[in-house]
Protein backbone atom coordinates (compact mmCIF):
# COMPACT_ATOMS: atom_id res chain seq x y z
CA UNK A 1 0.00 0.00 0.00
CA UNK A 2 1.00 3.57 -0.98
CA UNK A 3 2.96 5.21 2.54
CA UNK A 4 1.92 8.55 0.74
CA UNK A 5 0.05 11.06 2.59
CA UNK A 6 -3.30 12.29 0.49
CA UNK A 7 -4.43 15.94 1.92
CA UNK A 8 -8.18 16.31 1.38
CA UNK A 9 -9.67 20.08 0.83
CA UNK A 10 -12.58 21.47 2.19
CA UNK A 11 -14.66 24.42 1.66
CA UNK A 12 -17.28 25.73 4.16
CA UNK A 13 -21.06 25.12 3.59
CA UNK A 14 -24.52 26.27 4.88
CA UNK A 15 -27.45 24.41 3.87
CA UNK A 16 -30.89 25.03 4.00
CA UNK A 17 -31.38 21.56 4.00
CA UNK A 18 -34.95 20.28 5.38
CA UNK A 19 -34.43 17.10 6.95
CA UNK A 20 -37.10 14.66 8.30
CA UNK A 21 -37.73 15.33 11.95
CA UNK A 22 -36.05 11.95 13.22
CA UNK A 23 -33.51 10.97 15.63
CA UNK A 24 -31.30 8.26 16.55
CA UNK A 25 -28.46 7.29 18.91
CA UNK A 26 -25.85 8.35 16.55
CA UNK A 27 -27.48 11.35 14.29
CA UNK A 28 -25.37 14.06 15.75
CA UNK A 29 -22.12 12.81 14.44
CA UNK A 30 -22.76 11.06 11.38
CA UNK A 31 -22.35 13.60 8.86
CA UNK A 32 -22.57 16.98 10.61
CA UNK A 33 -24.85 18.54 7.42
CA UNK A 34 -26.35 21.52 8.34
CA UNK A 35 -30.03 21.50 8.44
CA UNK A 36 -33.38 23.38 8.92
CA UNK A 37 -36.50 21.46 10.30
CA UNK A 38 -39.05 22.08 7.95
CA UNK A 39 -41.25 19.39 9.08
CA UNK A 40 -43.46 21.45 11.52
CA UNK A 41 -46.84 22.63 10.56
CA UNK A 42 -46.91 26.18 8.90
CA UNK A 43 -49.52 27.91 7.59
CA UNK A 44 -47.59 28.13 4.41
CA UNK A 45 -48.36 24.37 4.22
CA UNK A 46 -50.69 23.24 1.49
CA UNK A 47 -49.99 19.88 2.70
CA UNK A 48 -49.23 18.32 5.96
CA UNK A 49 -48.35 14.83 7.02
CA UNK A 50 -48.32 14.44 11.28
CA UNK A 51 -47.37 10.66 12.59
CA UNK A 52 -49.12 9.04 9.42
CA UNK A 53 -48.53 5.16 9.88
CA UNK A 54 -50.06 2.45 7.37
CA UNK A 55 -50.34 -0.92 8.48
CA UNK A 56 -51.63 -4.35 6.34
CA UNK A 57 -52.39 -6.47 9.30
CA UNK A 58 -48.89 -7.26 10.93
CA UNK A 59 -47.17 -5.40 8.28
CA UNK A 60 -46.11 -1.73 8.70
CA UNK A 61 -45.84 -0.23 5.33
CA UNK A 62 -45.43 3.70 6.51
CA UNK A 63 -44.21 4.18 9.81
CA UNK A 64 -44.94 7.58 11.94
CA UNK A 65 -44.08 9.60 8.68
CA UNK A 66 -44.41 13.24 9.49
CA UNK A 67 -43.96 16.16 6.49
CA UNK A 68 -44.75 19.36 4.91
CA UNK A 69 -44.86 20.20 1.60
CA UNK A 70 -45.07 24.02 0.35
CA UNK A 71 -46.74 26.05 -1.76
CA UNK A 72 -45.72 25.74 -5.25
CA UNK A 73 -42.89 23.03 -4.59
CA UNK A 74 -42.67 19.89 -6.38
CA UNK A 75 -41.21 16.76 -3.90
CA UNK A 76 -40.60 13.47 -4.73
CA UNK A 77 -40.62 10.38 -2.52
CA UNK A 78 -37.85 7.97 -3.29
CA UNK A 79 -36.70 4.86 -2.59
CA UNK A 80 -36.64 1.03 -3.44
CA UNK A 81 -39.83 -1.31 -4.35
CA UNK A 82 -41.52 -2.05 -1.04
CA UNK A 83 -39.75 1.08 1.11
CA UNK A 84 -43.62 2.60 1.74
CA UNK A 85 -43.83 5.84 -0.96
CA UNK A 86 -46.43 4.74 -2.85
CA UNK A 87 -48.57 3.65 -0.08
CA UNK A 88 -48.25 7.07 1.22
CA UNK A 89 -49.23 8.78 -1.64
CA UNK A 90 -52.38 6.57 -1.64
CA UNK A 91 -52.98 8.18 1.70
CA UNK A 92 -52.57 11.36 0.74
CA UNK A 93 -55.45 10.65 -2.54
CA UNK A 94 -57.37 8.81 0.01
CA UNK A 95 -57.00 5.61 -1.54
CA UNK A 96 -55.90 3.88 1.61
CA UNK A 97 -56.98 5.00 4.95
CA UNK A 98 -54.40 5.66 7.38
CA UNK A 99 -54.51 3.28 10.38
CA UNK A 100 -52.98 6.67 12.85
CA UNK A 101 -51.72 9.86 12.36
CA UNK A 102 -53.21 13.33 10.32
CA UNK A 103 -52.95 14.61 6.88
CA UNK A 104 -54.19 17.87 6.26
CA UNK A 105 -54.72 19.30 2.99
CA UNK A 106 -55.08 23.02 1.77
CA UNK A 107 -55.90 24.08 5.68
CA UNK A 108 -58.34 20.99 5.83
CA UNK A 109 -57.91 17.83 8.22
CA UNK A 110 -58.74 15.13 5.53
CA UNK A 111 -57.67 11.99 7.71
CA UNK A 112 -57.07 11.58 11.82
CA UNK A 113 -58.81 9.59 13.98
CA UNK A 114 -62.24 10.93 13.99
CA UNK A 115 -62.16 11.69 10.41
CA UNK A 116 -61.63 10.40 7.09
CA UNK A 117 -62.48 12.25 3.36
CA UNK A 118 -63.17 9.64 0.76
CA UNK A 119 -60.78 10.79 -2.47
CA UNK A 120 -63.51 12.17 -4.63
CA UNK A 121 -63.63 14.62 -2.09
CA UNK A 122 -60.15 16.00 -2.15
CA UNK A 123 -58.96 18.29 -4.00
CA UNK A 124 -56.35 16.26 -5.71
CA UNK A 125 -55.43 15.43 -9.09
CA UNK A 126 -53.33 12.07 -9.91
CA UNK A 127 -51.45 11.01 -12.94
CA UNK A 128 -50.94 7.38 -12.74
CA UNK A 129 -48.24 5.15 -14.49
CA UNK A 130 -50.51 3.97 -17.39
CA UNK A 131 -51.89 7.53 -17.65
CA UNK A 132 -55.61 6.10 -17.18
CA UNK A 133 -56.70 8.22 -20.81
CA UNK A 134 -60.89 7.30 -21.93
CA UNK A 135 -59.88 5.78 -24.95
CA UNK A 136 -62.41 6.23 -26.49
CA UNK A 137 -62.70 10.51 -25.91
CA UNK A 138 -61.00 12.62 -27.62
CA UNK A 139 -58.09 14.86 -26.42
CA UNK A 140 -60.44 17.88 -25.42
CA UNK A 141 -62.66 15.68 -23.82
CA UNK A 142 -60.26 14.04 -22.36
CA UNK A 143 -59.03 17.02 -20.20
CA UNK A 144 -62.60 18.34 -19.80
CA UNK A 145 -63.40 15.20 -18.28
CA UNK A 146 -63.43 16.98 -14.56
CA UNK A 147 -64.85 20.40 -15.17
CA UNK A 148 -68.21 19.30 -14.02
CA UNK A 149 -68.69 22.48 -12.23
CA UNK A 150 -67.76 24.49 -15.45
CA UNK A 151 -70.55 25.69 -18.21
CA UNK A 152 -69.73 25.05 -21.59
CA UNK A 153 -67.40 28.35 -22.48
CA UNK A 154 -65.58 28.19 -19.28
CA UNK A 155 -64.70 24.72 -20.17
CA UNK A 156 -63.60 25.37 -23.30
CA UNK A 157 -61.51 27.90 -22.85
CA UNK A 158 -59.48 25.96 -19.88
CA UNK A 159 -59.55 22.90 -22.14
CA UNK A 160 -57.48 25.99 -25.24
CA UNK A 161 -55.15 26.69 -21.76
CA UNK A 162 -54.36 24.10 -20.85
CA UNK A 163 -53.43 22.66 -24.58
CA UNK A 164 -51.47 25.20 -24.57
CA UNK A 165 -49.53 24.83 -21.53
CA UNK A 166 -48.64 21.55 -22.67
CA UNK A 167 -48.06 22.23 -25.99
CA UNK A 168 -50.83 20.01 -27.74
CA UNK A 169 -52.98 22.72 -29.22
CA UNK A 170 -53.00 20.83 -32.55
CA UNK A 171 -54.15 17.75 -31.13
CA UNK A 172 -57.11 18.78 -29.52
CA UNK A 173 -59.18 16.10 -31.62
CA UNK A 174 -57.16 13.10 -31.73
CA UNK A 175 -57.99 10.00 -29.70
CA UNK A 176 -55.12 8.87 -27.34
CA UNK A 177 -54.35 5.50 -29.45
CA UNK A 178 -53.27 8.42 -32.35
CA UNK A 179 -50.59 9.85 -29.80
CA UNK A 180 -47.35 9.33 -28.87
CA UNK A 181 -46.20 7.96 -25.39
CA UNK A 182 -44.60 11.13 -24.32
CA UNK A 183 -48.26 12.75 -25.70
CA UNK A 184 -50.18 10.93 -23.53
CA UNK A 185 -48.76 11.76 -20.77
CA UNK A 186 -49.07 15.79 -21.48
CA UNK A 187 -52.93 15.16 -22.06
CA UNK A 188 -52.79 12.85 -18.93
CA UNK A 189 -51.10 15.95 -16.69
CA UNK A 190 -53.25 18.61 -18.79
CA UNK A 191 -56.66 16.76 -17.65
CA UNK A 192 -55.16 16.30 -13.86
CA UNK A 193 -54.57 19.97 -13.76
CA UNK A 194 -58.15 21.03 -15.28
CA UNK A 195 -59.51 20.96 -11.80
CA UNK A 196 -56.69 23.25 -10.20
CA UNK A 197 -56.26 20.63 -7.89
CA UNK A 198 -54.45 22.22 -4.25
CA UNK A 199 -51.78 18.68 -5.08
CA UNK A 200 -51.42 17.10 -7.69
CA UNK A 201 -50.00 13.65 -6.96
CA UNK A 202 -47.93 11.40 -9.61
CA UNK A 203 -47.22 7.93 -9.50
CA UNK A 204 -43.74 6.99 -11.05
CA UNK A 205 -44.93 8.97 -14.27
CA UNK A 206 -41.95 8.13 -16.70
CA UNK A 207 -42.31 4.20 -15.90
CA UNK A 208 -43.85 3.51 -18.91
CA UNK A 209 -41.50 5.71 -21.32
CA UNK A 210 -38.63 4.63 -23.06
CA UNK A 211 -35.42 5.97 -21.66
CA UNK A 212 -34.95 8.84 -24.06
CA UNK A 213 -38.14 9.91 -23.67
CA UNK A 214 -37.83 10.03 -19.96
CA UNK A 215 -34.96 12.29 -19.96
CA UNK A 216 -37.44 14.58 -22.44
CA UNK A 217 -40.52 14.72 -20.49
CA UNK A 218 -38.59 14.69 -16.87
CA UNK A 219 -37.80 18.77 -17.60
CA UNK A 220 -41.10 19.67 -19.71
CA UNK A 221 -43.29 18.17 -16.78
CA UNK A 222 -41.15 20.07 -14.44
CA UNK A 223 -41.73 23.17 -16.82
CA UNK A 224 -45.47 22.55 -16.86
CA UNK A 225 -45.79 22.11 -12.99
CA UNK A 226 -43.59 25.13 -12.66
CA UNK A 227 -45.70 27.45 -15.31
CA UNK A 228 -49.02 26.44 -13.83
CA UNK A 229 -47.80 27.04 -9.75
CA UNK A 230 -49.18 23.93 -9.20
CA UNK A 231 -47.70 21.91 -5.71
CA UNK A 232 -46.73 18.17 -6.56
CA UNK A 233 -45.91 15.58 -4.76
CA UNK A 234 -43.96 12.49 -7.07
CA UNK A 235 -43.09 8.86 -6.35
CA UNK A 236 -40.08 7.83 -8.20
CA UNK A 237 -37.85 4.71 -7.49
CA UNK A 238 -35.10 6.23 -10.35
CA UNK A 239 -32.73 8.37 -8.68
CA UNK A 240 -31.88 10.49 -11.76
CA UNK A 241 -35.63 11.51 -12.22
CA UNK A 242 -35.39 12.22 -8.44
CA UNK A 243 -32.65 14.88 -8.28
CA UNK A 244 -34.01 16.11 -11.78
CA UNK A 245 -37.17 17.27 -11.11
CA UNK A 246 -37.43 17.64 -7.37
CA UNK A 247 -37.35 21.06 -5.36
CA UNK A 248 -37.17 18.31 -2.40
CA UNK A 249 -36.31 14.70 -2.37
CA UNK A 250 -37.71 12.84 0.52
CA UNK A 251 -35.92 9.19 0.77
CA UNK A 252 -37.65 6.42 1.99
CA UNK A 253 -36.37 3.25 3.47
CA UNK A 254 -38.41 0.10 5.04
CA UNK A 255 -41.51 3.04 5.83
CA UNK A 256 -39.73 5.46 7.25
CA UNK A 257 -38.02 8.70 5.73
CA UNK A 258 -34.67 8.74 5.92
CA UNK A 259 -34.00 12.31 5.24
CA UNK A 260 -35.73 15.15 3.51
CA UNK A 261 -33.79 18.01 1.62
CA UNK A 262 -32.68 19.88 -1.66
CA UNK A 263 -31.53 17.34 -4.16
CA UNK A 264 -28.37 18.47 -4.11
CA UNK A 265 -27.55 18.29 -0.51
CA UNK A 266 -29.13 15.16 0.60
CA UNK A 267 -26.30 13.74 -2.38
CA UNK A 268 -23.65 15.54 -1.31
CA UNK A 269 -24.39 15.13 2.67
CA UNK A 270 -26.19 12.38 3.01
CA UNK A 271 -27.17 11.43 6.64
CA UNK A 272 -27.23 7.88 6.65
CA UNK A 273 -25.25 4.57 4.89
CA UNK A 274 -28.55 4.20 2.86
CA UNK A 275 -29.16 7.06 0.95
CA UNK A 276 -25.56 7.54 0.46
CA UNK A 277 -25.89 4.15 -1.23
CA UNK A 278 -29.31 4.77 -2.66
CA UNK A 279 -28.69 7.80 -4.30
CA UNK A 280 -25.32 7.07 -7.11
CA UNK A 281 -22.61 5.35 -6.89
CA UNK A 282 -20.90 4.79 -3.20
CA UNK A 283 -18.05 3.40 -1.59
CA UNK A 284 -16.96 3.30 1.83
CA UNK A 285 -13.39 3.97 3.46
CA UNK A 286 -12.96 1.96 6.93
CA UNK A 287 -11.00 4.71 8.74
CA UNK A 288 -9.88 5.81 12.42
CA UNK A 289 -9.40 9.36 13.48
CA UNK A 290 -6.41 10.17 15.05
CA UNK A 291 -4.40 13.68 15.82
CA UNK A 292 -6.94 15.58 13.06
CA UNK A 293 -5.81 12.58 10.18
CA UNK A 294 -7.48 9.86 9.19
CA UNK A 295 -6.01 6.78 8.35
CA UNK A 296 -7.63 4.66 5.07
CA UNK A 297 -7.16 1.85 3.15
CA UNK A 298 -6.00 4.65 0.18
CA UNK A 299 -3.56 6.62 2.83
CA UNK A 300 -4.08 9.59 5.10
CA UNK A 301 -5.51 12.48 4.69
CA UNK A 302 -6.41 15.47 6.60
CA UNK A 303 -9.80 14.43 8.74
CA UNK A 304 -11.14 18.62 8.43
CA UNK A 305 -12.17 16.96 5.25
CA UNK A 306 -15.00 15.36 7.06
CA UNK A 307 -18.15 17.30 7.47
CA UNK A 308 -18.56 18.56 10.56
CA UNK A 309 -15.51 17.28 11.48
CA UNK A 310 -14.71 18.18 15.31
CA UNK A 311 -11.26 16.78 17.74
CA UNK A 312 -13.93 14.93 20.22
CA UNK A 313 -13.98 12.22 17.56
CA UNK A 314 -10.54 11.69 17.65
CA UNK A 315 -9.72 7.66 18.12
CA UNK A 316 -12.92 6.36 16.58
CA UNK A 317 -13.27 3.96 13.91
CA UNK A 318 -15.39 5.53 10.61
CA UNK A 319 -16.65 5.11 7.33
CA UNK A 320 -15.75 7.55 4.89
CA UNK A 321 -18.08 8.08 1.78
CA UNK A 322 -16.03 8.51 -1.58
CA UNK A 323 -17.79 8.57 -4.89
CA UNK A 324 -15.53 7.33 -8.62
CA UNK A 325 -15.48 11.07 -8.84
CA UNK A 326 -13.77 11.95 -5.44
CA UNK A 327 -10.61 9.32 -6.00
CA UNK A 328 -8.24 9.21 -9.22
CA UNK A 329 -5.97 6.37 -9.74
CA UNK A 330 -2.36 6.34 -11.43
CA UNK A 331 -0.66 3.31 -12.49
CA UNK A 332 2.09 1.96 -9.62
CA UNK A 333 4.85 -0.43 -8.92
CA UNK A 334 3.50 -3.46 -7.09
CA UNK A 335 5.12 -2.75 -4.27
CA UNK A 336 3.85 1.03 -4.09
CA UNK A 337 0.03 0.65 -5.18
CA UNK A 338 -3.06 1.02 -2.96
CA UNK A 339 -4.81 -2.00 -5.66
CA UNK A 340 -5.19 -3.70 -8.55
CA UNK A 341 -7.85 -3.04 -10.93
CA UNK A 342 -10.67 -5.75 -10.73
CA UNK A 343 -13.23 -4.60 -13.38
CA UNK A 344 -14.44 -1.53 -15.77
CA UNK A 345 -17.31 -0.41 -16.66
CA UNK A 346 -18.04 2.07 -20.16
CA UNK A 347 -20.55 4.90 -19.64
CA UNK A 348 -19.86 6.74 -22.85
CA UNK A 349 -17.81 9.59 -22.12
CA UNK A 350 -15.70 7.77 -18.73
CA UNK A 351 -14.98 4.73 -17.74
CA UNK A 352 -15.68 3.40 -13.83
CA UNK A 353 -13.13 1.30 -12.33
CA UNK A 354 -13.75 -0.98 -9.55
CA UNK A 355 -10.58 -1.46 -7.32
CA UNK A 356 -9.89 -3.80 -4.82
CA UNK A 357 -7.61 -2.39 -2.29
CA UNK A 358 -4.54 -4.28 -0.32
CA UNK A 359 -6.98 -3.46 3.18
CA UNK A 360 -9.36 -6.06 1.45
CA UNK A 361 -12.06 -2.83 0.43
CA UNK A 362 -13.40 -1.97 -3.08
CA UNK A 363 -13.71 1.45 -4.20
CA UNK A 364 -15.00 3.29 -7.68
CA UNK A 365 -12.89 6.03 -9.37
CA UNK A 366 -14.29 7.72 -12.56
CA UNK A 367 -11.74 8.32 -15.55
CA UNK A 368 -12.35 9.69 -19.28
CA UNK A 369 -12.26 7.54 -21.35
CA UNK A 370 -9.15 7.40 -23.18
CA UNK A 371 -7.43 6.98 -19.95
CA UNK A 372 -7.22 2.91 -19.56
CA UNK A 373 -6.33 0.91 -17.31
CA UNK A 374 -5.97 -3.02 -17.59
CA UNK A 375 -7.78 -5.47 -15.37
CA UNK A 376 -5.06 -6.44 -12.79
CA UNK A 377 -3.11 -3.24 -13.23
CA UNK A 378 -1.81 -2.18 -9.47
CA UNK A 379 -2.80 1.74 -9.37
CA UNK A 380 -2.48 4.31 -6.62
CA UNK A 381 -4.95 5.79 -5.11
CA UNK A 382 -5.77 10.06 -4.93
CA UNK A 383 -8.50 11.71 -2.90
CA UNK A 384 -9.12 14.85 -5.03
CA UNK A 385 -12.40 15.78 -3.47
CA UNK A 386 -12.53 19.41 -3.53
CA UNK A 387 -15.21 19.31 -0.98
CA UNK A 388 -16.33 17.76 2.56
CA UNK A 389 -16.79 14.14 2.79
CA UNK A 390 -19.69 12.37 4.58
CA UNK A 391 -18.46 9.67 7.24
CA UNK A 392 -20.23 7.53 10.09
CA UNK A 393 -18.79 6.37 13.03
CA UNK A 394 -18.23 2.60 12.50
Known sequence: MASTEHVGTTRSTESDDTT????????????????????????????SLSGVTKAFGPETAVDDVSLEVRPGELLTFLGPSGCG??????????????????????GDVVADDDSFVPPEQ??????????????????????????????????????????????????????????????????????????EPDVLLLDEPFSNLDVRLRVEMREEVRRILKEAGVTAVSVTHDQEEALSISDRVAVMNDGNIEQVG????????????????????????????????????????????????DTVYDG???????????????????ELADGVVTSRQYVGPSFVYRVELD???????????????????????????????AWYPR
Open 262 to 309: RPESVFERPESKFVASFLGRASFLEGELRDGKVDTGVGRFDAVTLEGY
Open 85 to 106: KTTTLRTIAGLEEPTEGRITLG
Open 20 to 47: ADRTDGDASARTGAASDDANAPTAESVL
Open 359 to 389: SGEAVHCLHNHVEEFDLDEPVSLELTADHPL
Open 122 to 195: RDVGIVFQNFALFPHLSVRENIAFGLTDADAAESEARVDELLELVEMTDHGEKTPDQLSGGQKQRVALARSLAP
Open 316 to 334: APVDVLVRPDDLRATPAAS
